[in-house]
C-alpha cells in the first residue's frame, strides 16, 4: 500500500508549510531516511525524511506552495508511474486542492478556447515578498551583506541555493550604487607582507629531498584558493587566475584539492572567484585601479618579503572574510608545510 507524505507540524501554532525545495522528483527511487523537500514555518526549517522505501509519485506540490498541515503532498509507492487511482485519506479528498484549476479564457478573436498557463513560481513568491532559499543560502548571503532579492529582480528561478549565492556575489552594483559612490568608497585594499624564508625553504627541501621541482604559481594558487574557499565556506567550484602585470592569465580550478605537482592551467573564459596579479618580477608591489569584476590580489617581492595587496569590493567578499583570506594566506606562506600536512 502506498505510504503517504503529509505537511508536518513544526510549531504549535502552525496551520500551514511552505516548501521551499523538493529534493526528489516525481518517479525517483526513493529509501529509508532520503531527504525528499525543505519545509519552512516562521520559526524554523526542516528537511523532510522518507519513511518508506519506494518511488515517489503523486507530487501535488510544488516549491513555493503553501500547503496545510496534515495534507498529503505525494505518495511513496511500489511502482514509478503515478497512479490516479491509488486511493488517498477521505481528509486529503474533501480537502482544498492545494493547486488552482488552469483558468480557461475565451479568445474573441477565433472563438477557441486558450488554456493560460500558471504564473511561474518566482513571480508567485516575489508577489508575497517571500524569498526561497536553503538555509545555508539564506545565512551564506546574510554573513555577505548580499541581497537575494537582486536575483529575483533578474529572473533567477527559485528556490535559491549556495551555487545562486555565487553568482550574486559576483554580480556588478547596482547602477544607482554605483552613481551615488566614488571608486574609492567601492574599492576595498588590504596589504600584508610575509617573509619569503620559509617559501623558499619549501621549494628547495621538495626538490632535494623528495625530487620535486614545483612551480612557484602553482603553490601560491593552491595556497591561495585553500584560504579563500575557507573563509568563503565555499562548496562549489573554484577558479583562480594568475598571470604577470601584463599578458593572458591562466585558470586553475580547485587548485588546493589537487597534487601542486600536476596542477594544469586552461585560458579561462568568464569571471574568476580570484585573480592574482604576480609582480614578483617587477618593481611594482601593488595596485590599485578599481572596477575588477572578482577580488584581485598582487604579488610583490621586496629584498626577502612578499608585499600582498587585496582589492575587493563588498559585492564580492566582506570585510571579515577579506581580513581571514589575508591572514590565512600569510600563514600558509610562513609556514607551507604545516599546512600540506
Request: with cysteine; proline share 6%; charged share 25%.
Amino acid at each position: 500500500m502506498p505510504h503517504e507524505i503529509i505537511m508536518p507540524a513544526l510549531g504549535m501554532a502552525q496551520d500551514t508549510g511552505l516548501i521551499v525545495a523538493w529534493h526528489k522528483n516525481s518517479g525517483d527511487p526513493v529509501a529509508i531516511g532520503d531527504v525528499l523537500m525543505e519545509v519552512e514555518t516562521d520559526k524554523s526549517t526542516m528537511e523532510v525524511e522518507a519513511q518508506a522505501q519506494g518511488y515517489l509519485t503523486n507530487v501535488k506540490a510544488a516549491a513555493g506552495d503553501n500547503v496545510p498541515v496534515g495534507n498529503v503532498i505525494a505518495l511513496i509507492s511500489d511502482v514509478s508511474t503515478d497512479d490516479e487511482s491509488v486511493p488517498v485519506t477521505p481528509d486529503v479528498a474533501e480537502s482544498k486542492p492545494i493547486v488552482e484549476d488552469v483558468p480557461v479564457v475565451d479568445n474573441p478573436g477565433d472563438g477557441q478556447s486558450i488554456i493560460m498557463p500558471d504564473k511561474p513560481e518566482p513571480t508567485l513568491a516575489a508577489e508575497h515578498g517571500r524569498i526561497l532559499a536553503s538555509p545555508k543560502a539564506k545565512r551564506l548571503a546574510q554573513e555577505q551583506g548580499l541581497d537575494l532579492n537582486r536575483l529575483a529582480d533578474l529572473g533567477h528561478a527559485q528556490p535559491y541555493h549556495v551555487s545562486d549565492v555565487q553568482i550574486l556575489r559576483a554580480l556588478p552594483r547596482e547602477s544607482t550604487e554605483r552613481a551615488a559612490m566614488t571608486d574609492s568608497a567601492q574599492s576595498h585594499h588590504i596589504s600584508a607582507r610575509v617573509s619569503t624564508r620559509e617559501f623558499d625553504v619549501f621549494l628547495n627541501r621538495m626538490k632535494a629531498e623528495g625530487g620535486i621541482e614545483l612551480d612557484p604559481h602553482h603553490v601560491l594558487v593552491g595556497f591561495a584558493a585553500a584560504s579563500l574557499r575557507q573563509v568563503t565556506d565555499t562548496d562549489g567550484e573554484l577558479s583562480v587566475d594568475i598571470g604577470k602585470l601584463s599578458g593572458s592569465l591562466t585558470r586553475f580550478v580547485d587548485p588546493d584539492i589537487q597534487r601542486m605537482s600536476t596542477l594544469q592551467g586552461t585560458v579561462g573564459t568568464g569571471s574568476a572567484t580570484l585573480v592574482i596579479k604576480d609582480a614578483t618580477d617587477s618593481f611594482i608591489t601593488e595596485i590599485r585601479i578599481g572596477g575588477e569584476t572578482a577580488p584581485t590580489l598582487t604579488i610583490g617581492r621586496r629584498k626577502k618579503a612578499f608585499e600582498l595587496s587585496l582589492e575587493f569590493s563588498q559585492g564580492q567578499i566582506g570585510n571579515d572574510q577579506s581580513v581571514g583570506f589575508m591572514t590565512g594566506l600569510c600563514e600558509r606562506l610562513n609556514d607551507p608545510l604545516r599546512h600540506l600536512v
